[in-house]
């Protein structure tokens, strides 16, 4: 469908009929001493304008806004004849002013305007506009020397009002400050705050870093990336946010790889090619950055940072980059020695590009470091598994990385090195010890009506089943989901704090127990783990607000503890992480307070109630 662009013809002679359904009309209530014309469309509905005209299809040398469009007023002085200045208000209420830069002169295609955008929240009077307009009359016109109530409200269009070049330990003009509550941010260059959030893409463990610039006061102006300006097509209109995403490995924050306007849904996504060198970015509309942004950075990541990777899943004889799909990686097998080697094709005057990066098909791989100039990577695979476990490259040195079956973060393998991969060694039995999964359980997933989820860097799914003990504790049984073969423990975090709890032995399943007034389950009480041959148990306790996590001493009792053998230990750790919960003396004083109100509630006065008061016991504990 064509859009419907309408051309403003501003000749003061076609008042009654400047085109395109437009209506126009003298302003008798604008800045004294000026004359101002007033241009809408019939019936009050908003357009788009292409090009404002005068003279007979000459075009004023300036770009409308983007988008819908509600109002054209037009400045002039000496009653009609010297144009001064064009006023552009959007549908969305925001206006923009074009200002010519010099009077004396007669406008022509040639004429230089400034541009300028008003600040949503300080509107121009019309007081303000008219001083404005006598300097411009007089070409005085220098925003430097305006007063700052009026460079307050009125922003050079080309002012940034986010420099996304900025990021936590950068130096210089890339510098940004932190306050007393961590947080980061820096001071624009119209004087507002832009507050700074930094976040791992897509989750803690993830390859992107992404950076949020929000300004406080919720204007989103040009963007900046350090000296030169990103040019976004096309432009914003309506955001309070924009975000950046980085490779991780880029420290020093050259190379945007993604540009997302907005926070949610609807987000708008901006990429850029080669040929502009990152300066312009487009929206494509129809594209699916949306749904899946993921994908798209690691494409980005192929032809920005040239971070080409191996899929260590394939076993075919060759296949694409995983990311770009731009260069042909073959696969070369070793039967002997049970592993694949991958390696890019070199082609006839053209350099062979490097891997940097992991992919297990969809999955990006993650732990090892920085690496470029790779072309042979050595895959591993045992004879029993459907996933490989170890990985060998050298470059400048030997490098080995393994990992236990489901995960997605692999480590150094320092058993092997100083082995090379041609060497015989003792792989077949790593490969073993690696085919069991060993998993870091997720003691806060508690949620009601999600009985599964995904281990941290961890393919493999747990179920999590809820049940109670004397109705005052709740447990929550993790185990395998896929099947009944056990698995080992390195570790458990709890919020996103590792415990320290681990166990190589082989597990069925773990137990974390609740009190039940902990409705937001801060603080576990115990863990239980069963072992899966022969049948035991071990328990691991906190005795302390700061105190690691200790196996819980039995003498030589490896059974269950169960019913009131359960309850006792339950009942004697509860009291040691709430030794208020008996209604201690804060409690009672809270109470107190309440109980002062009789029956009635005063308006402005807080009613402790017992969950309230719960809470804040259990937050301060």
């Known amino acids: 469908m064509t859009k419907d662009y309408k051309t403003l013809d501003i000749d003061p002679n076609k008042l009654s009929e400047p085109g395109d359904g437009i209506n126009g009309s003298q302003k008798h209530d604008g800045p004294q001493g000026y004359t101002s014309y007033e241009y809408t469309k019939s019936g009050g509905e908003s357009?788009?304008?292409?090009?404002?005209?005068?003279?007979?299809?000459?075009?004023?040398?300036?770009?409308?806004?983007?988008?819908?469009?509600?109002?054209?007023?037009?400045?002039?002085?000496?009653?009609?004849?010297?144009?001064?200045?064009?006023?552009?208000?959007?549908?969305?209420?925001?206006?923009?002013?074009?200002?010519?830069?010099?009077?004396?002169?007669?406008?022509d295609e040639d004429s230089e305007f400034y541009e300028f955008v008003e600040n949503g929240k300080k509107r121009l009077t019309n007081q303000d506009i008219r001083t404005i307009l006598q300097k411009v009359e007089t070409n005085k016109f220098y925003y430097e020397q305006l007063s700052n109530d009026l460079r307050g409200k009125l922003w050079?269009?080309?002012?940034?009002?986010?420099?996304?070049?900025?990021?936590?330990g950068g130096s210089g003009n890339k510098k940004v400050r932190q306050d007393a509550k961590g947080g980061y941010y820096y001071t624009n260059e119209v004087g507002v705050r832009v507050n700074l959030t930094v976040e791992n893409y897509p989750d803690r463990d993830g390859s992107y870093t992404k950076l949020t610039h929000t300004p406080e006061n919720g204007e989103l102006g040009t963007i900046k990336h350090g000296r030169g300006f990103y040019f976004l097509r096309p432009e914003p209109t309506d955001e309070s946010s924009v975000s950046v995403y980085y490779w991780k490995y880029d420290t020093t924050h050259e190379k945007v790889l993604l540009i997302q306007l907005g926070d949610g849904d609807p987000s708008v996504y901006y990429t850029t090619s080669s040929s502009t060198n990152g300066i312009v970015w487009k929206?494509?509309?129809?594209?699916?950055?949306?749904?899946?942004?993921?994908?798209?950075?690691?494409?980005?990541?192929?032809?920005?940072?040239?971070?080409?990777a191996i899929n260590i899943s394939e076993k075919s004889e060759s296949y694409q980059c995983p990311s770009c799909t731009k260069y042909k990686i073959d696969i070369l097998l070793d039967r002997e020695k049970q592993y694949y080697i991958?390696?890019?094709?070199?082609?006839?005057?053209?350099?062979?590009?490097?891997?940097?990066?992991?992919?297990?098909?969809?999955?990006?791989?993650?732990?090892?470091?920085?690496?470029?100039?790779?072309?042979?990577?050595?895959?591993?695979?045992?004879?029993?598994?459907?996933?490989?476990?170890?990985?060998?490259?050298?470059?400048?040195?030997?490098?080995?990385?393994?990992?236990?079956?489901?995960?997605?973060?692999?480590?150094?393998?320092?058993?092997?090195?100083?082995?090379?991969?041609?060497?015989?060694?003792?792989?077949?039995?790593?490969?073993?010890?690696?085919?069991?999964?060993?998993?870091?359980?997720?003691?806060?997933?508690?949620?009601?009506?999600?009985?599964?989820?995904?281990?941290?860097?961890?393919?493999?799914?747990?179920?999590?089943?809820?049940?109670?003990?004397?109705?005052?504790?709740?447990?929550?049984?993790?185990?395998?989901?896929?099947?009944?073969?056990?698995?080992?423990?390195?570790?458990?975090?709890?919020?996103?704090?590792?415990?320290?709890?681990?166990?190589?032995?082989?597990?069925?399943?773990?137990?974390?127990?609740?009190?039940?007034?902990?409705?937001?389950?801060?603080?576990?009480?115990?863990?239980?783990?069963?072992?899966?041959?022969?049948?035991?148990?071990?328990?691991?306790?906190?005795?302390?607000?700061?105190?690691?996590w200790t196996e819980y001493p039995r003498s030589e009792a490896t059974t269950q503890l169960l019913n009131e053998d359960l309850k006792k230990e339950l009942d004697r750790l509860k009291e040691i992480h709430f030794p208020d919960s008996g209604l201690g003396t804060g409690a009672k004083a809270g109470i107190g307070i309440a109980s002062v109100l009789g029956g009635g509630t005063a308006i402005g006065v807080t009613v402790w109630k017992w969950p309230s008061i719960l809470s804040f016991i259990i937050t301060r504990v």
């Open 47 to 107: 357009f788009e304008l292409r090009f404002i005209s005068y003279e007979n299809e000459k075009y004023l040398p300036f770009l409308p806004p983007k988008g819908k469009i509600s109002k054209v007023t037009i400045y002039y002085a000496n009653r009609g004849t010297i144009l001064l200045a064009v006023q552009i208000a959007t549908e969305k209420d925001r206006n923009y002013y074009y200002i010519c830069k010099d009077v004396s002169k007669t406008v």
């Open 156 to 168: 050079r269009k080309n002012d940034s009002t986010v420099d996304i070049s900025r990021y936590p």
């Open 283 to 308: 929206n494509d509309e129809h594209s699916k950055i949306k749904e899946d942004s993921l994908k798209e950075l690691n494409k980005q990541n192929c032809l920005r940072n040239e971070a080409h």
């Open 342 to 548: 991958h390696s890019f094709t070199v082609t006839k005057n053209k350099e062979s590009p490097s891997i940097s990066r992991f992919f297990e098909g969809d999955l990006e791989q993650t732990g090892f470091p920085f690496v470029a100039g790779m072309n042979n990577i050595c895959v591993y695979w045992s004879e029993d598994s459907s996933k490989p476990s170890l990985i060998y490259f050298f470059i400048g040195g030997y490098h080995w990385y393994s990992r236990y079956l489901g995960e997605t973060f692999w480590e150094k393998e320092t058993s092997l090195k100083n082995s090379q991969a041609s060497e015989k060694s003792n792989i077949p039995n790593i490969l073993k010890k690696y085919a069991t999964p060993k998993v870091i359980l997720d003691a806060s997933h508690t949620e009601e009506g999600k009985t599964t989820y995904s281990p941290r860097r961890n393919t493999l799914t747990f179920r999590v089943s809820k049940d109670t003990v004397e109705q005052s504790y709740s447990q929550y049984t993790h185990s395998k989901y896929q099947d009944n073969k056990g698995f080992k423990l390195k570790n458990i975090e709890h919020k996103g704090n590792l415990l320290g709890i681990n166990s190589d032995d082989l597990l069925t399943d773990v137990t974390v127990f609740y009190w039940n007034k902990d409705e937001n389950h801060y603080k576990p009480l115990l863990i239980e783990l069963k072992l899966q041959t022969p049948t035991t148990y071990k328990y691991y306790q906190k005795l302390g607000k700061n105190v690691v």
